[in-house]
C-alpha cells in the first residue's frame, strides 16, 4: 500500500462528512460570491445596482472582512456549545439571509444585510477547520487540509456554474439558489458526529472575557501577530480575484475569441455562459477553482515534505505573479494562463497556512486556534477593499475613466442615464464604436497599471515571511 493510500485509509468519517458540508457551502457562498462585485456595480439595465467601485470595496471588504474576523469569537462559543448547534444556528442565518439580500438595493440596506449574511459565514468558519484539525494527525494533516482546500473549490467552481445560468433572468435567482444549497446541509448535519473536545460549565460572560484575554495573550506573542500581519499581504492580494478581477474583465478584455471558440466546439458553454459575442467575466475567473480541483491533491503530495513556511513562501511569490499578470492585459488567453500560476502559488500556500496555525494550537482549543487564522484574512479583505474601491476607481474603473474623459470634452449627458446608455452616448458622440472607446480609454488612461501595486503587496508579504522564516524562528 502507498503512502497516499495508507493516508486516506486513516481519515475517520467525521472528516469526510465535515468535508461534504464544507463543499455545499461554499457551494452557496461563492454561487452568489464570484457574481457579487458585478453585482453591485453593473448597470441597473442589466440587474445590476449601480454601485460606485469605493462603494463596492467598502461593502466587500469590511462586510467580509468582519466575516473573517468575528471566529475569533464564534470559535471559542462552538467549542463551549458545541459545534453541531452552533452550525443549525448557522445554516438558519445563511439561508434567511440569501432569500432577503436580494430585495435591499440601497447603499446601507445591502451593507447590513450583507453583515448579517457574514454572521452566519462566521458561525460555521472555525468549525469545519477545527473538524479537519481534530481527524487529522502529523501524518495526514498536509494531505487532510489538501483535501479541504479541494472540497472548498470544487464548491466555488459548481456554485457559479450554477448561478451563472440564471443571472441574466435575474439575481433574485441566484440568491435563491444559494439559499437552497446551503438548507441541505441541515440534511448533512444529521450525519456529523462532533469531535471530542472540552466541555465547558462556565456561564457565557465567562467564556467572552476568556476570549479576550486570549485576543490579549495572542497579541503578547508579537512573532505570532508578526506572522498574521505578513500573511494579510497574501491575502490582500487573493481577494483582487474576487474583488477586482471580474469587474477588470466585464469592462476591459475582449473575450469574442472565447465565445467564438466554443460557440464552435462546445456551444453549451456559448450559449449558457456568454452574452452578446462575449463570455461572461465570472465564467473565466471560475476557472480558479478548476485548476484547483484537477491538481491540488497532487500539488499537496508535492508540498506534503516541505515546511509549512517555506511552502507558503513560494506560493505568495507564484501566486503574486500570476494575479499581477491577469490585470496587465485585455488579452483572455494570457489571462487564463496567469490565472493557472496564480492557482498553483495559491495550492502551495493557502492549505499550508491552516495546517501551520493547525498545528500549533493545543489539542483542547482546536476551534479557538483555527479562529485566529482569520485574523489575516480579516486584514487581506479590508485592504483588498481599498485596492478594488477608491483604488481601481481612481486607476482603472472604465466608468469614472469616460466620465472623465467627457468632462475634459466639455461633453454633458443626462444624469438619468444608465451606465451602460452614458458609455453609449459618449461612444456615439466620440464617432466610435464600444470597443473602440473602451480601447481608446485603455490606451489613453493605463488602467493595467494597477498590476504594480498587487504584484508589490504580495512580493512584499513573501519577503518578509522569508524574513520570518529566517530570523525570528530560524527554520
Known amino acids: ?8 485509509n486513516k481519515f475517520p468519517k467525521t472528516f469526510w462528512v465535515a468535508n461534504t458540508i464544507e463543499l455545499f457551502e461554499r457551494w452557496a457562498w461563492y454561487g452568489f460570491f464570484m457574481l457579487f462585485a ?26 467580509t472582512g468582519i466575516l473573517y474576523f468575528l471566529p475569533v469569537i464564534t470559535g471559542a462559543i462552538a467549542d463551549k456549545f458545541g459545534y453541531k448547534k452552533v452550525l443549525a444556528i448557522a445554516f438558519t442565518i445563511y439561508t434567511s439571509a440569501f432569500i432577503l439580500l436580494p430585495y435591499f438595493d440601497s447603499f446601507t440596506g445591502v451593507f447590513i444585510m450583507y453583515l448579517y449574511l457574514a454572521l452566519g459565514a462566521a458561525l460555521f468558519k472555525p468549525i469545519i477547520q ?161 485548476y484547483i480541483i484537477i491538481f491540488q491533491v497532487l500539488v499537496s503530495s508535492i508540498v506534503m515534505r516541505w515546511k509549512a513556511l517555506s511552502s507558503m513562501i513560494r506560493g505568495i511569490v507564484i501566486s503574486s505573479i500570476g494575479m499581477a499578470l491577469t490585470l496587465m492585459t485585455q488579452n483572455v488567453i494570457f489571462i487564463m494562463v496567469a490565472m493557472l500560476i496564480f492557482s498553483i502559488g495559491e495550492m502551495m500556500a493557502s492549505p499550508k497556512i491552516s495546517e501551520y496555525i493547525g498545528r500549533i494550537a493545543p489539542a483542547d482549543k482546536k476551534a479557538l486556534y483555527m479562529g485566529y487564522s482569520f485574523i489575516p484574512m480579516f486584514l487581506g479583505n479590508v485592504f483588498a477593499g481599498i485596492i478594488s474601491g477608491n483604488v481601481y476607481q481612481s486607476m482603472s ?43 481608446f480609454l485603455w490606451d489613453t488612461y493605463n488602467p493595467s497599471n494597477i498590476w504594480i501595486i498587487i504584484m508589490a503587496i504580495g512580493l512584499v508579504a513573501a519577503f518578509f515571511l522569508w524574513i520570518y522564516n529566517n530570523r525570528l524562528i530560524k527554520t
Open 130 to 290: 477545527a473538524t479537519v484539525a481534530k481527524t487529522t494527525d502529523d501524518e495526514t494533516a498536509s494531505i487532510g487540509f489538501g483535501i479541504f482546500y479541494m472540497m472548498v473549490n470544487l464548491g466555488a467552481f459548481i456554485g457559479p456554474m450554477v448561478t451563472l445560468l440564471f443571472k441574466e433572468a435575474s439575481y433574485n435567482i441566484v440568491f435563491n439558489i444559494s439559499a437552497g444549497i446551503i438548507a441541505l446541509n441541515f440534511i448533512l448535519l444529521l450525519f456529523y458526529k462532533e469531535p471530542d473536545r472540552v466541555k465547558s460549565r462556565e456561564p457565557l460572560s465567562t467564556t467572552l472575557i476568556q476570549i479576550f484575554k486570549n485576543i490579549g495573550l495572542v497579541l503578547t506573542d508579537l512573532k505570532f501577530v508578526i506572522f498574521l500581519l505578513i500573511v494579510a499581504g497574501f491575502w490582500t492580494m487573493y481577494f483582487q480575484l474576487f474583488f477586482t478581477l471580474p469587474v477588470f474583465i466585464e469592462q476591459w478584455v475582449d473575450t469574442s475569441n472565447m465565445y467564438l471558440f466554443f460557440q464552435k466546439y462546445a456551444p453549451f458553454f456559448a450559449e449558457n455562459y456568454g452574452t452578446n459575442g462575449q463570455m461572461e467575466a465570472e465564467f473565466i475567473t471560475n476557472f480558479d477553482a478548476l
Open 397 to 439: 474603473d472604465k466608468h469614472s475613466l469616460v466620465h472623465k474623459e467627457m468632462a475634459q470634452r466639455g461633453l454633458q449627458f443626462s444624469e438619468n442615464l444608465t451606465q451602460n446608455e452614458y458609455f453609449n452616448a459618449a461612444a456615439e458622440a466620440l464617432n466610435m464604436t464600444e470597443r473602440q472607446l473602451t480601447d
Open 1 to 8: 500500500m502507498s503512502k497516499i493510500s495508507r493516508v486516506f
Open 38 to 63: 458585478n453585482y453591485l456595480t453593473r448597470s441597473s439595465d442589466m440587474g445590476g445596482l449601480e454601485f460606485s467601485q469605493s462603494q463596492k470595496g467598502m461593502i466587500m471588504g469590511i462586510g
